[in-house]
């Protein structure tokens, strides 16, 4: 399946990443400094590239900013077969590598960081557990959704959020007038009405591609959107953090809120299995920290190029 002409972040140049399965991935190099480190910004399920087009934005003010869409959004083509298999959680793990790597090409020798959201930082997670050198330095990992076992004490409650969540992605509504329509029904809901205006417009411009009947559809079909959360449930990320290499950073929504998603609520102890790894959590924000405070989550990715750039003088 495929998005032809569609793109994400329409004003950012482009390149693409060929997988070895035929998905091709739309890469949006956004601007910076020519001079500066570089950083790779993985999106979340459902969303894309686009959806963060001003905080891209607003980072590449200090570093020089890429950005992608995933396999199943945004601009992005991918091959037909079950969709277990094709939006497997180490199909984003290996795509993930291979974009991350044609950046660095382009960076002449910068180093190369990484900031993960939701399925990128997942997928960053499960690349690392691999054994590969990992194509980037630091990562800052915003709530990768690594799914804990029944033995952990988290996990009834992990399974009572993400059991409606695989539910309710599968019926989302696919098809809508325009952009604005999206956005005025979404920008009183729950966690989206805490979204900065400019970035909830962005995501809807960004999530949504014109149909040539005219209107607009998902780039990210419900079936696949929900498929993913379906894969990262049942996948054994958990039980193998400790082999995970790496620089990680983890960054968490506010898990003393009576209303936290599951993964605000296992963060410590996913942090606590991966070996150096250190965690931050952001009061009043929930799983969309960098659409509810862009700015804190922009100056955490800063802090850390900084303290990389800091070990290495």
């Known amino acids: ?47 894309s590239a686009g959806s963060y087009g001003p905080w891209l934005d607003d980072l590449a003010r200090d570093v020089r900013v890429f950005a992608f869409d995933a396999r199943g959004h945004g601009g992005s083509s991918w091959p037909a077969g079950p969709l277990d298999q094709v939006f497997h959680v180490d199909r984003f793990a290996e795509d993930l590598a291979l974009v991350a790597q044609a950046v660095a090409a382009r960076l002449d020798g910068a180093a190369l960081h990484l900031a993960a959201h939701s399925l990128g930082a997942a997928a960053a997670l499960r690349f690392g557990l691999g054994g590969a050198t990992l ?124 209303e936290r998603g599951w993964v605000s609520a296992v963060l410590s102890d996913m942090a606590a299995r991966i070996p150096g790894a250190r965690l931050t959590q952001l009061p009043g924000t929930d799983h969309m920290m960098i659409f509810e405070e862009p700015e804190t989550c922009r100056r955490l990715v800063l802090r850390e190029i900084v303290a990389e750039g800091a070990s290495h003088a």
């Open 1 to 47: 399946m495929s998005d032809p002409g569609f793109r994400s972040l329409p004003d950012a140049e482009l390149f693409s990443v060929t997988t070895p399965d035929g998905a091709d991935l739309p890469v949006y190099a956004v601007g910076g400094p020519a001079d500066a480190p570089g950083v790779l910004v993985a999106h979340a399920n459902g969303l």
């Open 135 to 258: 194509p980037w330095s630091r990562s800052v990992l915003f709530e990768p959704p690594v799914f804990p076992p029944p033995t952990s004490s988290h996990y009834a409650e992990a399974a009572a959020k993400q059991t409606p969540l695989i539910e309710r992605s599968a019926a989302r509504r696919a098809d809508w007038p325009s952009p604005e329509a999206l956005a005025q029904a979404l920008g009183t809901r729950g966690v989206f009405a805490r979204f900065r205006p400019d970035l909830l417009a962005a995501h809807c411009r960004g999530t949504l591609r014109p149909c040539r009947e005219g209107g607009y559809t998902l780039a990210c079909p419900p079936a696949v959107e929900s498929a993913i959360f379906r894969n990262h449930r049942v996948a054994d990320t958990w039980q193998r953090l400790q082999a995970f290499a790496g620089a990680a950073h983890l960054v968490g929504g506010d898990d003393a809120s009576p």
